[in-house]
């Protein structure tokens, strides 16, 4: 495993044993051409504009643009339940959410097993058991690609931004409108942190 930053496209991924780190995934078809968001440029973007841009593609994302398939239980599950299979021995799986077009997680990795392989295994997985379900269900699975290729990770810094992505997780269905407190959502993690 290559430890430090790397890039595999747009993205510049940093990939460590022993960090929390903040995951977003989305939808292969969970943002728009025209969504309102600047497409990436090959000029370097300033934090200011960074931060800005991923904004933008929050509040996008949040609107429920696209299929929404992860709005339905069955592939809810499928999601999570292969979050939680490699718990405790590849990542500790700390918080989540399934968003109806995106996913946003806290995991702790673990030495020797690189975070872009298993973000690879979570969403090769799910492709095929949601492609599975939908072909039984007699729903049109033929479109193959169910993930957008990149994912966006952030390495968490101290305790404080720990719990600010903690409480950005688990609020995210408030925040688009889903429900009123963030542990009536089914497909979070939010409750087991009320108690």
């Known amino acids: 495993m290559k430890k430090g930053w790397r890039s595999r496209g747009y993205l510049p991924h940093f990939d460590m044993g022993g960090l929390y780190q903040g995951i977003t995934y989305r939808l292969a078809d969970s943002l728009p051409g025209s969504a309102g968001v600047p497409p990436a440029s090959s000029a370097p973007l300033s934090t200011h504009e960074k931060i800005e841009r991923r904004k933008q593609i ?3 994302l949040n609107k429920g643009y696209g299929s929404c398939l992860l709005r339905e239980k069955k592939i809810a599950k499928i999601v999570v339940d292969a979050w939680k ?5 590849r990542y500790d799986l700390i918080a989540y959410v399934v968003m109806p077009n995106h996913v946003h997680l806290l995991i702790k990795t673990y030495e020797g097993f690189a975070l872009s392989n ?10 095929h058991e949601i492609n ?4 039984q269900c007699g729903r049109d699975a033929r479109a193959p690609k169910v993930w957008q290729k990149e994912y966006f990770d952030r390495a968490i810094r101290n305790d404080k931004h720990f719990i600010q992505a903690l409480t950005y997780i688990h609020d995210n269905p408030v925040k ?14 939010a409750e087991k942190f009320v108690k």
């Open 58 to 60: 929050e509040r996008e």
């Open 85 to 89: 299979h490699f718990d405790g021995k």
């Open 118 to 127: 298993v973000i690879h295994s979570w969403k090769s997985f799910t492709a």
């Open 132 to 135: 599975k379900y939908l072909k």
């Open 176 to 189: 688009a409108g889903l429900c009123r407190q963030a542990s009536e959502w089914p497909w979070s993690s």
